[in-house]
């Protein structure tokens, strides 16, 4: 990464009242952690990462008109998660909610990530690995966490907002550049 990159990454909002549940697990896995890599409480929002890159600062303005133009030809998304999942990559484990990957989840990221590479931006390593036939739609909660903790019962919410957002450690946004609202 150069000096005038940054990471950005397109991502689909999760609804406010799954927000407040996802902050609630990230909160139980990273109890008695006292210096936890990712702490949900300090984000913008919880989201799921559809595609993250690396981009010149000039290139996040034509990301940005790609999205106004799409973004309400995109149908809201009907989505479900059912359970917590380790992995562990380049030795340091995280803690994710796992989204079940459906046909128009897949596609709008198979779209939103050829859109990124037809503007010859570049994807992040993690990105390379996890894209196309590889997508793993997830929430990360937390980075080596001790701390075991089950759901209920699956979780049923409708994404309807893409966002364009400044990405840090982990997959983590660390700002929402700006977003915009799914075909209503």
Known sequence: MNSNETIIGILLLLPPSV???MREFSKQLNQGNEDPEIQLADK???HITLVHAYVDGNDITDIQEYLSKNSNAIEPLSLICSEFKEKVEEGVKDTAMVVNKTTPLQLLHEDVTKKLL?????????????SFANFFPHITLAVDSHNQISIEKPINFVADTI?????GH???CQEIIKSWKLKS
């Open 170 to 172: 982990y997959g983590t």
């Open 44 to 46: 913008p929002r919880a």
């Open 118 to 130: 037809s503007l010859n931006m570049k994807l992040t390593k993690h990105q390379e690995k996890f």
């Open 163 to 167: 966002a364009l957002g400044r990405m």
């Open 19 to 21: 927000d407040i549940q």
